[in-house]
């Protein structure tokens, strides 16, 4: 092949993304509860040893492609979209004024906002920090974000507390650092009682989302669990308004497994929200988009999340490789990542309706014939050929993955 002149690059990448089929049209990805974040697309390829590779693009623009795409659903960091130096001014409201016109513009709408509380030198010793005027601040600023989620129409509030830690030890005490983290949380939901009343609308879903690394040397608050702790430790004063927004690559990073991370958040009842994206344990948060790592677990993750009826947001937290140009993440980048994520959540549909997978897993919870509870031998005999059911249904999940169940085979 012949080099491709650069006026000829984008043409290319339409026709084999035309090619490669498996595109939804917009009105069929808008079913979906599929959230888009300012900072996705938006990201501008840097970090610590990465100098950026795509110009900035506006909010304007952010919310002008995912309505374009067929994603219904837009939301932001307060910093996003306003610089911290107007915060608190008019122009913070005529910001927010422009992004209600665009939302309008283009049939969108904003789901979510949540509070920079990790970039700004403010942050440094994190937002529960020892002098009081930081976390006076702190306190400020997430209701602040309250106000702005209640103008923007949102109904989720998030929170990631990644400079809640230390790099020396000894240097916080620990216990009071989280009192004064949940003392932020508490005056977040308490803004928010009081705006709810005067906007006339339902308070938000406050939901709080964990990391195991990165940026501190130390997490206070590294996994869902560590979470759940908190939401249920007494120092939250509303905690049913305090849930929890897992996102699947930081359950993953610490070689926890999503799904049971979930899981545990479906039986306290606090999965309020999802961020999804994909990356590899023991590594540091790469947010590659859904299913190009581990598209049979995330198969499994959304088998359990239909299976219990989760019906929260879907929030595409990736970051389009540095590889990809400005053009390419809004022709390939962000519509790929929808349309895989509907694909397995569909499938995962048919495995919830497959008849092998039911019958085996029936079999399963009838257990064998025969067994006599006082006798632990009699059980083992009794179950131990039922048992190789379990890697039966893992083979019937990769063929429903591939295909294989509607007949696909490969001739060699």
């Known amino acids: 092949m012949n080099p491709i002149p650069q006026e000829k690059q984008r043409a290319l990448v339409d026709r084999l993304m035309q090619a490669s089929g498996g ?46 795409i067929g994603v219904g659903y837009w939301c932001t960091h307060d910093t996003d979209v306003i610089p911290t130096n107007d915060l608190f001014t008019s122009k913070q409201d005529e910001t927010v004024g422009r992004i209600k016109t665009s939302l ?6 904003c789901s979510m906002v949540t509070t920079e ?19 006076e601040y702190a306190n400020r600023r997430l209701s602040n974000t309250v106000s702005i989620g209640h103008q923007l129409g949102a109904q989720y509030c998030v929170y990631w507390p990644g400079t809640l830690g230390y790099y020396t030890q000894g240097a916080i005490d620990e216990t009071q650092t989280l009192r004064w983290y949940a003392d932020g949380i508490n005056a977040a939901c308490q803004a928010d009682i009081e705006l709810a009343q005067k906007h006339q609308r339902p308070t938000l879903k406050h939901c709080l989302e964990a990391k195991p690394f990165e940026p501190q040397a130390e997490i206070l608050l590294p996994t ?23 996102e699947y690559l930081h359950e993953l990073m610490w070689g926890g497994a999503p799904r049971a991370s979930l899981a545990r958040a479906l039986l306290c009842g606090k999965l309020f929200h999802f961020d999804i994206n994909d990356g590899y344990r023991l590594k540091h948060d790469v947010d590659i988009a859904v299913g190009l790592v581990n598209p049979l677990d995330w198969l499994n993750v959304l088998v359990l ?28 980048s962000l519509p790929s990542a929808v349309d895989r994520f ?6 995962a549909g048919e495995v919830q309706s497959d008849p092998i997978i039911k019958e ?22 009794a179950n131990k050929e039922l048992l190789s059911l379990h890697e039966l249904i893992g083979n019937r999940l990769f063929q429903i993955l591939i295909g294989a169940h509607r007949g696909r085979t490969y001739s060699l």
């Open 104 to 109: 309008s513009k283009h049939g969108m709408k």
């Open 305 to 332: 999340l239909r299976s219990h009826g989760y019906n929260g947001p879907f929030n595409l937290d990736y970051k389009p490789p540095r590889t990809t140009s400005n053009y390419g993440v809004f022709a390939v």
């Open 117 to 135: 509380t990790f970039h700004h030198p403010v942050w440094a010793a994190s937002s529960a920090a020892e002098a009081s005027d930081v976390r």
């Open 224 to 246: 869902s669990d560590a979470m759940l702790a908190l939401i249920f430790s007494g120092l939250i004063k509303y905690p049913d308004m305090v849930g929890l927004n897992p």
């Open 342 to 347: 509907i694909t397995l959540w569909e499938m």
């Open 23 to 68: 595109s939804y049209s917009p009105e069929v990805r808008r079913r979906y509860f599929i959230t888009g974040p300012q900072w996705a697309v938006a990201y501008e390829g840097q970090a610590v040893f990465h100098a950026p590779v795509r110009s900035p693009i506006t909010f304007e623009k952010v919310i002008e492609e995912y309505s374009r």
């Open 360 to 381: 085996a897993t029936d079999a399963l919870k009838a257990g064998g014939a025969g067994a006599n509870v006082a006798d632990v031998n009699s059980i083992v005999e």
